[in-house]
RNA sequence: GCGGGCGUAGCCAAGUGGUUAAGGCAGCGGCUUGUGGCGCCGCCAUUCGGGGGUUCAAGUCCCCUCGCUCGCCCCA
């Protein structure tokens, strides 16, 4: 294979294919508009430590999935395997705490260093939501809703909402003590995998998919029992938070997620259209993570949602969203003279807001009446020699059926008109 | 990082050791130098991801390599 190809697991997105990508966007910023979510964005590039300190170095994603290296003033940086902790550092570097409470979205491309397969790369996009300053149960539950009925507008099914409280930051703690001790009684019975996880992140243990660890781990201490009777009333608020709206869910006490910075509620929102990787959107509460990264004691809770994931249910749906605006017009021209006009007719009608494909191609009007039908134009303007001397343009309906030739004859600024009445102006 | 599957044209794809690499879509040209959708005709892989080997003979078998893909792991 001589010609270059993109890197493994960065992936094109085709024109074809953007059309679903727009729409999911275009849908997502007006459910943040009426949410008063703002958007942020910040680089992609960061330095290194901001993800160490904050996701932390005993993660999977740190330890091992991280596009990092010396830049040419030798400081380590790091592509941004996560929206968070970047959003997190901007809201605390521009002061944007001391404004109050922030209520946050992002996009973009996000980098970890993994073996493609389906619903993960290399280069993969997320839109987050990250709300700075809200304590209370009602907010982990907005912003559950506000993902929840993104998804719903959208029009994806068979979701299942997933729900675990991971407690306080001194109940987990307390939690991983328990654990770690029960988990070094049974050393010997574990897989490989968990006995490695047993000091580095042990509640990692409790979501393993090896069958013989999963029967041992009934026996073992529960994160449940292990909250305080805070965190457990707590708990219970969101899940009646939840029941109010209407909110189907399920507890899944295994979901501990892969990020050190969780406290209290977690979730996933999963699909079993996805394969291996089920999980559309992840998220849940991070109360400690704005004061590790040096800010004021912040509570906040927030998500990620993946893009490509999405996109692929969306493409399994029957009815795939209506995309692509059709073209109002197509100019066919032949002859010098012709071109210049038939160039500056395009230009005037696009100036008046139509969509215009003008036929660069020169080549005999049957062939370029061909590309004009598959365009999907709704009318066709032709500008032959004849029409370039009296200084017209011949309009065509591309949706009659016949091939007879153009018979209206008008001036540049009557075609306007002509199009204008005939087409629904926003 | 570890397993499994697969690489034939822009896309889909037949071909299972015998030599002229089916077919379809798309594209291009013509029937039709000034008028589209249908139809018909023609063109479009000196070569089967790349390299080496076995053989009289390799797209077909073997080895290496690159890539894609699915899964483990992890997560969006």
């Given at each position: 294979?001589?010609?270059?190809?993109?890197?493994?697991?960065?992936?094109?997105?085709?024109?074809?294919?953007?059309?679903?990508?727009?729409?999911?966007?275009?849908?997502?910023?007006?459910?943040?508009?009426?949410?008063?979510?703002?958007?942020?964005?910040?680089?992609?590039?960061?330095?290194?430590?901001?993800?160490?300190?904050?996701?932390?170095?005993?993660?999977?994603?740190?330890?091992?999935?991280?596009?990092?290296?010396?830049?040419?003033?030798?400081?380590?940086?790091?592509?941004?395997?996560?929206?968070?902790?970047?959003?997190?550092?901007?809201?605390?570097?521009?002061?944007?705490?001391?404004?109050?409470?922030?209520?946050?979205?992002?996009?973009?491309?996000?980098?970890?260093?993994?073996?493609?397969?389906?619903?993960?790369?290399?280069?993969?996009?997320?839109?987050?939501?990250?709300?700075?300053?809200?304590?209370?149960?009602?907010?982990?539950?907005?912003?559950?809703?506000?993902?929840?009925?993104?998804?719903?507008?959208?029009g994806v099914g068979g979701l299942e909402l997933e729900l675990n409280s991971l407690g306080s930051a001194e109940d987990r703690a307390r939690y991983r003590e328990q654990l770690v001790a029960w988990l070094e009684q049974h050393r010997a019975e574990l897989d490989a995998d968990s006995q490695d996880r047993i000091?580095?992140?042990?509640?990692?243990?409790?979501?393993?998919?090896?069958?013989?660890?999963?029967?041992?781990?009934?026996?073992?201490?529960?994160?449940?029992?292990?909250?305080?009777?805070?965190?457990?009333?707590?708990?219970?608020?969101?899940?009646?938070?939840?029941?109010?709206?209407?909110?189907?869910?399920?507890?899944?006490p295994r979901l501990v997620r892969g990020l050190d910075y969780y406290s209290h509620t977690a979730f996933e929102i999963t699909s079993s259209q996805l394969g291996a990787q089920?999980?559309?959107?992840?998220?849940?509460?991070?109360?400690?993570?704005?004061?590790?990264?040096?800010?004021?004691?912040?509570?906040?809770?927030?998500?990620?949602?993946?893009?490509?994931?999405?996109?692929?249910?969306?493409?399994?749906?029957?009815?795939?969203?209506?995309?692509?605006?059709?073209?109002?017009?197509?100019?066919?021209?032949?002859?010098?003279?012709?071109?210049?006009?038939?160039?500056?007719?395009?230009?005037?009608?696009?100036?008046?807001?139509?969509?215009?494909?003008?036929?660069?191609?020169?080549?005999?009007?049957?062939?370029?009446?061909?590309?004009?039908?598959?365009?999907?134009?709704?009318?066709?303007?032709?500008?032959?020699?004849?029409?370039?001397?009296?200084?017209?343009?011949?309009?065509?309906?591309?949706?009659?059926?016949?091939?007879?030739?153009?018979?209206?004859?008008?001036?540049?600024?009557?075609?306007?008109?002509?199009?204008?009445?005939?087409?629904?102006?926003?």
């Amino acid at each position: 294979m001589a010609s270059l190809q993109s890197l493994r697991g960065m992936v094109d997105l085709l024109p074809e294919q953007l059309g679903l990508w727009q729409h999911v966007e275009v849908t997502a910023r007006e459910q943040f508009r009426r949410s008063a979510i703002r958007e942020i964005r910040t680089p992609l590039l960061e330095v290194t430590e901001l993800f160490a300190r904050g996701i932390g170095e005993a993660t999977d994603v740190v330890g091992k999935e991280m596009y990092t290296f010396f830049d040419r003033g030798e400081r380590s940086c790091t592509l941004r395997p996560e929206g968070t902790a970047s959003v997190v550092r901007a809201a605390i570097q521009h002061g944007l705490l001391s404004q109050g409470p922030q209520r946050l979205w992002y996009g973009g491309p996000m980098f970890r260093y993994e073996r493609p397969q389906a619903g993960r790369q290399r280069q993969f996009h997320q839109i987050g939501v990250e709300l700075l300053g809200f304590a209370d149960a009602c907010s982990d539950v907005e912003a559950i809703a506000v993902a929840w009925d993104l998804l719903a507008e959208l029009g994806v099914g068979g979701l299942e909402l997933e729900l675990n409280s991971l407690g306080s930051a001194e109940d987990r703690a307390r939690y991983r003590e328990q654990l770690v001790a029960w988990l070094e009684q049974h050393r010997a019975e574990l897989d490989a995998d968990s006995q490695d996880r047993i000091h580095s992140n042990p509640l990692r243990v409790l979501d393993s998919k090896h069958p013989g660890t999963q029967a041992l781990l009934a026996e073992a201490p529960s994160l449940a029992s292990a909250l305080s009777d805070a965190s457990q009333s707590r708990f219970a608020e969101v899940q009646q938070a939840l029941t109010a709206l209407g909110i189907p869910y399920v507890l899944n006490p295994r979901l501990v997620r892969g990020l050190d910075y969780y406290s209290h509620t977690a979730f996933e929102i999963t699909s079993s259209q996805l394969g291996a990787q089920a999980t559309v959107c992840g998220g849940g509460r991070y109360d400690g993570l704005v004061q590790q990264l040096g800010g004021p004691a912040t509570p906040a809770i927030g998500w990620a949602l993946g893009m490509e994931r999405l996109v692929l249910l969306l493409s399994q749906l029957k009815r795939p969203a209506a995309v692509a605006s059709a073209l109002d017009l197509y100019v066919v021209s032949r002859g010098e003279a012709a071109a210049t006009q038939a160039l500056a007719l395009a230009r005037r009608c696009r100036q008046a807001g139509l969509a215009v494909e003008r036929d660069a191609s020169g080549a005999a009007f049957g062939k370029q009446f061909k590309r004009a039908d598959r365009s999907g134009a709704r009318w066709a303007a032709v500008i032959g020699e004849q029409e370039a001397i009296d200084g017209v343009v011949a309009l065509k309906d591309l949706r009659a059926d016949g091939g007879e030739p153009a018979d209206r004859r008008l001036s540049p600024e009557g075609l306007l008109e002509a199009l204008g009445a005939a087409l629904p102006r926003p």
